[in-house]
């Protein structure tokens, strides 16, 4: 499976954007779908995600502000980022995983600056 993130870009506090992430296939129930972050100098945190019971899971810093979801076709998974606050400056990676295989997309660049 092949993933591409897509959607990163510049944006002001308070602003939103929208991350995609789309798969060569159809992901089925076996995957569970993730978002990832890296900041510099930190390491790579769990933003999001959708597991393959369907129970989404956030980071406390970005409940209420993150939403992850899938579209009906299956293929693609995204990040609705809403309220950006410049912490929130990081590469975004998505990550789609069954018990035996990881397949990772090339990172998006997210930053939120005035």
């Known amino acids: 499976v092949q993933l591409q993130a897509s959607g990163g870009g510049l944006v002001q506090p308070g602003g939103s954007l929208r991350l995609a992430c789309t798969a060569s296939?159809?992901?089925?129930?076996?995957?569970?779908m993730i978002w990832y972050r890296q900041s510099p100098g930190k390491e790579r945190e769990l933003v999001a995600e959708?597991?393959?019971?369907?129970?989404?899971n956030y980071a406390d810093s970005v409940k209420g502000r993150f939403i992850i979801f899938r579209s009906s076709s299956g293929s693609t998974f995204y990040l609705q980022l809403n309220s950006l606050k410049p912490d929130d400056t990081a590469v975004y990676y998505c990550?789609?995983?069954?018990?035996?295989?990881?397949?990772w997309g090339q990172g998006t660049q997210v930053t939120v600056s005035s």
């Open positions: 296939r159809i992901l089925n129930n076996y995957y569970d």
């Open positions: 959708i597991t393959r019971s369907g129970t989404t």
């Open positions: 990550n789609a995983r069954t018990n035996a295989r990881s397949y």
